[in-house]
Nanobody
Framework: QVQLVESGGGLVQAGGSLRLSCAAS????????MGWFRQAPGKERELVST????????DYADSVKGRFTISRDNAKNTVYLQMNSLKPEDTALYYC????????????????WGQGTQVTVSS
């Protein structure tokens, strides 16, 4: 099992940027496919982006394509989510998660979760 801690959330105006980080401990993150998810109040948790174990493959929800970029630094045991051109509808609690496969692209594959970091985008 890997422990995950998210950071970097906060309050930002629409059009602004934030960079989320997900620091892993317990096991090396290079063993895992990683993903970012979010959950807004009253809504179901949704997949935002995934990255393969190698970092060569990525995937994004249509709502964030062209604005968000996922990356990983296996040497630092950390995964990132760069969020640009933020919109009020991006407001949510953002989670990172780990999956044991080479590239997990569905939420059900993710078994280890962080506690989340809040992102609030004001209009």
């Amino acid at each position: 099992q890997v422990q995950l801690v998210e950071s970097g959330g906060g309050l930002v105006q629409a059009g602004g940027s934030l960079r989320l980080s997900c620091a892993a401990s317990g096991r090396t993150v290079s063993r895992y496919s990683m993903g970012w998810f979010r959950q807004a109040p009253g809504k179901e948790r949704e997949l935002v982006s995934t990255i393969s174990r190698s970092g060569m493959l990525t995937d994004y929800a249509d709502s964030v394509k062209g604005r968000f970029t996922i990356s990983r630094d296996n040497a630092k045991n950390t995964v990132y989510l760069q969020m640009n051109s933020l919109k009020p509808e991006d407001t949510a609690l953002y989670y990172c998660a780990a999956a044991g496969s080479g590239w997990a692209r569905s939420m059900v594959e993710y078994t280890d979760w962080g506690q989340g970091t809040q992102v609030t985008v004001s209009s």
